[in-house]
């Protein structure tokens, strides 16, 4: 294996930090049995930008990096661990007692945890170019605030703005060095084997502020995978809102809005396929007499329609609740939280559109509570007590309980 590398750095002027970086791997067979393979070749090259201007307004960063190589395709399997240790929940749609991929789903509570996702490599290779970028800045116009500031720029300092953008594609070897559709998210050609997309714009009012304040979120993700049975692709799109006002220094009122779609295709799997449209909305108010103890009720509307052309699921949860949080200061914390939920749904409940609309639960009445206790036993001990407790319409009560001590040195 031979290695052969070029790395470039400035970093004489503290405001526009530059590194460069290019490395040429070349594998050669020397075994007796491998000598007639051809030399396999791989090339990566980075460059990284990282100004910080105009006395810090702007902050930001620059990555990009290409390169060219082997991408080894992937199946995957499910094995079962304990209870709580796993990721992901086994639900039988078909009732044939047979453990298919497709009736794997990521699990919501830790009693249905009791499966994890193995990567099995296989004996196929194929040659791909990977192109990465990513660009992130940040934006604070309060460091231009001074005390005889106009009202226009003491408005404006109480903005801020954060801006981060992602992209990892990888496409079949070609003779491009740089495939010009890097920033193309869209596009599903034969080409494209694997692809990371994330992007978020967050706008920030009064951020410091103990008062009033509220934040704004844009966010776009999108996941593209090779696999031996086909492509699968998800993605998640939302707007959320966020709103604070402590009206009183005892009495405190939140606010979350979101507006999103969940998408999921699977070249396979036909039955994973959908596209979900939701709203949410929850709203709590929280008493906090003391630093030691805080009450809030909540409350939150849910509502899902699966708009994929043969889909029409509908789906809208009303969820109430309340939690209690109790601290005493060097000794420990309660924790105590207690919901109901009604579901309303139109269609069957053995399908993975159902698991993903009603989040595991079932239409109806259902009711979910937990409990934590944590204890300080000395400067370096602590013990955590957890239970938590669901009931679903038609099932039995499901118990789980859990203990765990860690120590300090």
């Known amino acids: ?44 090259s980075r460059f990284e930008y990282a100004p910080k201007l105009w006395k810090g307004f702007l902050q930001s960063t620059v990555y990009f990096e ?44 830790p009693d249905q945890a009791i499966y994890i996702r193995v990567w099995t490599p296989t004996n196929t290779y194929v040659r791909v170019n990977r192109d990465q970028f990513s660009y992130s800045m940040f934006l604070r116009p309060s460091v231009f605030k001074k005390q005889n500031s106009s009202s226009f720029v003491k408005f404006m300092s109480r903005f801020s703005t954060q801006t981060a953008y992602r ?3 990888k496409n079949q070897a070609s003779t491009e060095l740089l495939r010009l559709d890097l920033f193309d998210v869209r596009s599903m050609d034969t080409s494209l084997i694997a692809m990371s997309y994330n992007f978020r714009q967050a706008l920030f009012f009064n951020q410091s502020s103990p008062v009033f304040g509220f934040d704004y979120t844009y966010s776009d993700n999108r996941n593209k995978q090779l696999l031996t049975n086909g492509f699968e692709a998800r993605d998640v799109l939302l707007h959320e809102l966020h709103v604070r006002w ?38 709590r108010i929280s008493y906090q007499p003391s630093t030691a103890l805080r009450v809030s009720l909540v409350y939150k509307r849910t509502d899902k329609l699966n708009t994929l052309a043969g889909g029409g699921q509908h789906a809208i949860l009303d969820d109430a609740g309340f939690d209690v949080k109790y601290n005493q200061l060097g000794k420990g914390s309660l924790n105590a939280r207690a919901n109901f939920i009604m579901i309303q ?21 259902n009711f979910t509570w937990n ?10 001990m602590q013990i955590s007590l957890t239970y938590e407790g669901r009931k679903s319409p038609g099932n039995k009560i499901v118990h789980i309980g859990g203990a765990q001590v860690r120590a300090f040195f």
């Open 167 to 169: 992209i990892d594609k």
């Open 66 to 109: 290409s390169g060219y190589g082997l991408e080894l395709k992937r199946e995957f399997s499910y094995i079962e661990v304990a209870a709580g240790q796993g990721q992901y929940y086994w639900n039988d749609y078909n009732g044939n007692g047979i453990k298919e991929l497709n009736e794997f789903e990521l699990a919501l509570y």
């Open 1 to 44: 294996m031979l290695f052969r590398s070029l790395q470039f750095n400035l970093i004489r002027f503290r405001n526009h930090v530059l590194r460069t970086s290019f490395t040429l791997r070349q594998l050669k067979f020397l075994g007796p049995n491998l000598a007639g393979n051809a030399p396999d070749n791989n090339m990566v």
């Open 371 to 380: 409990l934590n206790y944590q204890r300080n036993l000395s400067n370096n």
């Open 345 to 365: 749904f139109n269609d069957i409940l053995t399908s993975p559109v159902a698991f993903e609309m009603l989040n595991a639960l079932k239409p109806g009445e």
């Open 246 to 283: 402590n009206i009183t220094k005892e009495i405190g009122f939140f606010s979350n809005s979101v507006l999103g779609e969940k998408t999921n295709t699977s070249q396979y799997f036909a039955s994973r396929n959908f596209s979900i449209s939701y709203y949410e909305s929850e709203s």
